[in-house]
């Protein structure tokens, strides 16, 4: 397995998650990571990116809400979601390109965060 997520759950409006996400190192160096979700009957949409920088940017939808972090001695990202909102709810993955400004190419298989009360 190449990326693997975990964290996601079912929380209520206001609440917090944190996801993580594992690479292979093989991956991971030098990568851009990448958190997206996808809502259901809806496309997939980029939350948030981080380059090898730590530099990073996000969809305006959760920018002051979300964090997203790295760990490049763990070949771990993070995304930190806070003041979550029902319109949060999706099933959420983390990707990687090892060439920024080029498609993701590498993906894992999700997790859902569910946002309820």
């Known amino acids: 397995v190449e990326l693997a997520e975990s964290g996601g759950g079912v929380v209520q409006p206001g609440g917090s998650l944190r996801l993580s996400c594992v690479a292979s190192?093989?991956?991971?160096?030098?990568?851009?990571m990448a958190w997206y979700r996808q809502a259901p009957g809806q496309g997939r949409e980029l939350v948030a990116e981080?380059?090898?920088?730590?530099?990073?940017n996000y969809v305006d939808s959760v920018k002051g809400r979300f964090t997203i972090s790295r760990d490049n001695a763990k070949n771990l990202v993070y995304l930190q979601m806070n003041n979550l909102k029902p319109d949060d709810t999706a099933a959420y993955y983390c990707?990687?390109?090892?060439?920024?400004?080029?498609?993701?190419?590498?993906w894992g298989q999700g997790t859902q965060v569910t946002v309820s009360s």
């Open positions: 990707a990687a390109t090892l060439t920024a400004g080029t498609q993701y190419t590498y």
């Open positions: 190192e093989s991956i991971f160096r030098g990568a851009v």
């Open positions: 981080i380059r090898h920088d730590f530099s990073a």
